[in-house]
């Protein structure tokens, strides 16, 4: 699977709107790309994936370039409870998740 | 709809001496993964069944770890015997035949001293 590079930390205000980066420079054409978020002593969960069109759910919005080699995460208001751990991870169809370290938001009063 | 249900959420024992967790999955998924997770590390898989077959042991440490799926639904995973190196966090998962996103458990959390 593709490998991805992501900030380690964020910083973000409550109520703005939290950006989150993400590099995949060798994704391949099959690979989907997915965000899984961590809070703090829970298990991941499960956020959003595309293939290759932006796509919007309740949750947030997933931004990819034309060329797939990055992506952004955007939860269009963040709030005090979206402070956790943001992972991107691309991935091949039912294949395991393989997750990096991700990125530690900070969603600040 | 439950989610993936975990027991128990935390575990304290002595090095040397087994420790099992276990899991239910979400109804109806036939997918399950075990994976670990070191303190500030992202997870990392074990094991990987499809319905009562592990189709992915790859990464799970034989000499101490084993894993079971005996129905296709619940799974244990045990160690034995534990050391200091397996303190970590323990998620189960699962997904549904043909679905791609896979849905965590809360993790049980052990320590070994």
């Known amino acids: 699977d593709a490998k991805t590079t992501q900030p380690p930390s964020m910083d973000c205000a409550e109520g703005r709107a939290a950006n989150l980066p993400c590099n995949h420079s060798?994704?391949?054409?099959?690979?989907?790309v997915y965000w899984y978020r961590q809070i703090h002593s829970q298990g991941p969960q499960y956020i959003i994936h595309g293939l290759k069109n932006n796509e919007t759910n309740e949750m947030a919005s997933l931004i990819i370039t034309e060329d797939r080699k990055s992506s952004t995460l955007i939860l269009p208001h963040a709030t005090l409870r979206d402070t956790a751990v943001y992972y991107c991870?691309?991935?091949?169809?039912?294949?395991?998740?393989?997750f990096g370290k991700g990125t530690r938001l900070s969603v600040i009063a | 709809e439950a989610g993936v249900v975990q027991s128990p959420r935390y575990k304290i024992i002595e090095k040397k001496q087994p420790v099992a967790f276990w899991c239910n999955p979400i109804s109806g998924h036939n997918t399950l993964y075990w994976y670990l997770q070191n303190l500030g590390q992202g997870p990392e898989l074990l094991i990987r069944?499809?319905?009562?077959?592990?189709?992915?042991d790859s990464q799970l440490p034989k000499d101490r770890f084993s894993a079971e799926r005996l129905k296709g639904v619940d799974s244990t995973l045990k160690i034995q015997p534990a050391e200091l190196g397996d303190s970590a966090v323990y998620l189960c998962a699962s997904s549904q035949q043909g679905e791609e996103t896979q849905y965590f458990g809360p993790g049980t959390r052990l320590l070994v001293l």
């Open positions: 069944y499809e319905n009562e077959e592990a189709v992915d």
């Open positions: 991870i691309v991935r091949r169809g039912n294949t395991p998740l393989v």
């Open positions: 060798t994704i391949s054409g099959n690979e989907y």
